[in-house]
């Protein structure tokens, strides 16, 4: 009679007594196809990673963790700013919680024209949601901008040439008023030294060449250049900048963070 | 003068005069959106990183890099085993070679039902086409099949019990008609102890237990059931199936390899 | 003139007028050989990798990148939880700095006996120290065991064997008196359904699967041991324990994480 | 009785009624602490990531998995180009098989000089023995050397500046007289557009820019350059180069391969 479903135990469900609260527990790394918004094309499929927690109060042994991936399934994988909180509610409800955290992270891509010859291509961003439904609703937007750097110090000490490379800007924002991950691209792509692309002919080369050249700027000042963008946007409410330079004259990376504090 | 584009000089189409020809030239890891076929829907939009080659003869100093992103994003992002072909001969032509090659990896996902609630859910598979354009055209479909193995020896030898873990066949085959991605999933699903899923009821739970221990598999055992079910279909020409298994009793993984010879 | 050294420019010493101070800059991702302390063999040879980071005022440009691997080289590779201090003042010193971090993670060597035959071989633990110096020194001790976890839901349901997997048990710890790596690898192991080898021989597999099937855990049960032994502990004054299971029935992880609150 | 290790039965040992052979059985991503040789110094310590591997005849269910370890474990974790083949006989004898395979990849460091300063520090280079014995013993030689490339096209076309980044050259070489690892890195570092150091002072910086500046290189220049040492070399019998070049102006690699025909 075992196999029958009536008396499967429910081992999760029983009484713990060792008294400890669990803070997160879920499941961490599925992938699931998704849509998110995109601002010229209305939405984009793309492919999801996430990792879906609860908190666990200390009198029951284990969370049903099937729940996570059923709550996700039934809200036809659109992941947006607007809807995340209602799933984040469904999850808690369904999972008896007071906490539910979401995190996905995705490519997305983006139809880019080359600056000279106008010819297009897309550019892929990986980009996250870091969300959390506790008394309030916590949305954290991140996007990863790869851009260019030329070394200031190279320029200036250099009778020719300046080291440069591809850097990495890691923005992190809360916003007040939905921000689009295309906003968060130009802004640090237009505070590195120059922007960068899957296709570029002959003349776009030229022009980046020399655009980057200058413009040249250390991680410092990468990352105090999107602070100084993203400051003046009233909708940012806090933010964390991160850029690592993938330093062509060293086998490590050159890094800098700012963090708006007071939130 | 020298910004206008008739006079930005080609290097890379300059004389070489080191008489070492090139194998293999081109872009790696580009990351963009495409197209694939999908059984069940007609076609599944997902994201592919890209490889694109071509040889270059010992008189040329450089290949045309922006060239590649260019052949693939007229294809309009569609990627199947039936255009490939047209690509690489795009590819090989716009490139003035002999040999051109497109290496694709993109995660496929389908939705499978759980073995006893029937209740479904996304599976992620990393699949990949590995082509070459030379005299004739060659193609290899590269399956990766997430599967659950349980140890033969673990079982014999215990009193209870037997060790478990998650392992992965990646099947690689060549064809001389249309063989499908889920059939390949299929072959090596049914040939593990069990398949597994993204979301299980605790009566799936039970079955797949249940199911993996009456059918213990070693990395030798699986990889030859899945030869075994490879050679009897004349559609496939050539394979290679690996096998690695996370060994729950290891930190290292068990691993099996067999290749058809004579092709 | 410009290529003797008294006359190159410091770019990075210059006064910055933007006003945004820096929370950390440095370098990350430096491979560098290390001597960790080892309780059986006083000390162990291993290879380190360093993120290296200060803090800086709103008015200086730059940092000085070359200096943070002169720091570190001069302490000739000795990294332990005695010294990091001093090597963060030098470096806060050297750097003109408030505020020094250095995070470095090496793989640790652990010679161990299988449980019945007494065969010996080693086993590998990611390790990591994280430390900053601000106006007082923060040092955590970060310890990756991995450990095989059987459901305890698997088992009871099913009428025959259970599920099981390989887990990672993440301890970071901060402690006001020396606590060992091998303690901490010691309680998670303990903690665990079973602790796992390199090198088992056949009446060895029969233990550990007999052993950790007759000892199941949830990775909501494993974190929870793991927390009550570090409780108990009076040298460990914080700790963040995260356990990640990958889940033999899935593609994915369960997680579980809990982290000491108020300090 | 069960549990007395007389009575434990060899399943992996049993008749296999299937009738396939097993190319490759065994081990794959086993760390293992080891020692190398080192030209400078005699000897060095580092970490060892393993695949290990047999063939398994038609008539054999399974191989043993433990004696991979013991075999390694007995050599003292020496690992030299001149005992691997007693290393491979050994686990050909106690598998009982007729084909055996290790592939090992490790850190290498190396102590360098910056070009101006003088200043010393520890540059780090992936390296790896991929090894077989059959009838005769097969042993290649891999080093991965990070250096720096600048674009000859872009500072041909650019009215100042041109891209440069980091590039990484593998070279795979077989031998019939000992070559050192360090040799390799020679080669590799002066074919490039130059050498990179993980600690530069600005004289040393300024140096570096202006000789990469002199030097352009494209992929292909660079595997080309590196080709017509190795092949000037008697030693060298065979060679796989390849170049991929983390292009600053992109998001992807560029990428170049040359093999040695006709061994």
């Known amino acids: 009679m075992k196999n029958e479903k009536a008396f499967l135990r429910d081992v999760q469900n029983e009484r713990d007594e060792r008294n400890v609260p669990i803070d997160m527990v879920g ?7 998704i849509v998110v918004l995109d601002r010229a094309n209305g939405r984009q499929r793309t492919v999801g990673t996430f990792d879906l927690f609860v908190d666990l109060p200390r009198d029951f042994r284990g969370t049903h963790m099937s729940r996570f991936v059923e709550v996700l ?47 297009s291509s897309y550019s892929s961003f990986e980009c996250g949601f870091i969300t959390r439904l506790n008394e309030g609703f916590d949305f954290i937007l991140e996007v990863n901008v ?20 591809r850097a990495n800007a890691k923005v992190r924002i809360r916003m007040n008023s939905l921000v689009w991950i295309e906003e968060i691209i130009e802004i640090a792509e237009t505070s590195a030294s120059a922007p960068i692309f899957s296709l570029l002919k002959r003349e776009d080369e030229k022009f980046i060449t020399e655009l980057s050249y200058d413009n040249p700027r250390f991680v410092e000042d990468l990352s105090r250049e999107i602070v100084l963008r993203l400051e003046k946007d009233p909708r940012i409410t806090w933010y964390r900048v991160e850029v690592a330079s993938q330093e062509s004259i060293h086998n490590h990376e050159a890094y800098a963070c700012i963090e708006k504090r007071g939130i």
């Open 27 to 33: 499941i961490r790394g599925l992938k699931y196809p």
């Open 73 to 119: 399934d039934r809200h036809n994988n659109r992941i947006t700013p607007r809807n995340m909180e209602s799933i984040l509610k469904d999850m808690r409800e369904f999972l008896k919680a007071d906490v539910a955290h979401i995190n996905v992270f995705f490519p997305y891509f983006l139809r880019k024209s080359a600056p000279v010859s106008g010819i």
């Open 146 to 165: 790869p851009v260019m750097t030329v070394c200031p110090c190279s320029k200036e000490i250099s009778d020719r040439g300046a080291h440069n490379q």
